[in-house]
């Protein structure tokens, strides 16, 4: 497995304002990847994020709102800009340790957007 | 489009007796099927996975069943346990090996999870 943790834990936030959460890893790990689970709802994946290259967007998803880093093979970011209360989840970053296609995940960030 | 499914919210059976949980796919290049148990305030916690290449896999009390034909999968959990109690939400990926290499990654798709609550 691998140990994840994520900072913040959780965060109320202004309209408007950006966030940016980070993800660290115990491990290198190719594969990086960040969800959303809104209220009530699954969870979805925003991005793809590989070292060294951009992020891989799903549908729905762009850049400008949801910037991604990837420094390092232990490390990445997401910001959350100008945020709105749709913005409001719980944010979730993962990682794939090529073992069978298992993805292990971090604890994730609980944000509110009033 | 809701690909995976979980078509029951919440589910409770008493301490000792089997869980069921189910699952349905619509989405006939899925070809890896995960379990994932997600306790309050933490990320989900991987449990048990499956190759459409299998029909069954077990791992303790967690026994994962998979029909192709039907596109349907179920997760049984016996003994049942009450710190089995939490949110159930099966996944699926596509050509997992060949995506991997592409480095594409192994996208999951996630159902909406199931409340099991286990009564002592």
């Known amino acids: 497995s691998a140990v994840i943790s994520q900072k913040p834990s959780r965060d109320i936030c202004q309209r408007g304002t950006s966030l940016t959460i980070q993800c660290q890893v115990d491990s290198q790990v190719t594969m990086m990847f960040w969800y959303r689970q809104q209220p009530g709802q699954s969870l979805t994946l925003i991005a793809t994020?590989?070292?060294?290259?951009?992020?891989?967007?799903e549908s729905g998803f762009v850049i400008d709102k949801f910037p991604i880093s990837r420094p390092n093979l232990t490390f990445s970011t997401l910001t959350v800009s100008n945020m709105s209360p749709e913005d409001s989840s719980i944010y979730l970053c993962s990682v794939d340790r090529g073992a069978l296609d298992t993805q292990y995940f971090g604890p994730g960030t609980r944000l509110t957007v009033l | 489009d809701q690909q995976v499914k979980q078509n029951s919210p919440s589910l409770s059976v008493q301490e000792g007796r089997i869980s069921i949980l189910n699952c349905d796919y619509t989405?006939?290049?899925?070809?890896?099927f995960l379990w994932y148990k997600k306790y309050p305030a933490e990320g989900p916690t991987f449990l048990i996975s499956?190759?459409?290449?299998?029909d069954k896999n077990e791992d303790g009390r967690f026994t994962v069943f998979l029909n192709k034909s039907a596109k349907h999968l179920s997760l049984h959990i016996v003994p049942s346990q009450p710190g089995d109690s939490a949110v159930y939400f099966c996944a699926a990926s596509v050509g997992v090996r060949a995506l991997y290499q592409e480095t594409s990654g192994s996208r999951l798709t996630f159902g909406e999870g199931t409340q099991l609550t286990v009564n002592p």
């Open positions: 499956i190759s459409s290449i299998k």
């Open positions: 989405n006939s290049m899925f070809d890896y």
């Open positions: 994020a590989n070292q060294g290259s951009e992020a891989t967007y």
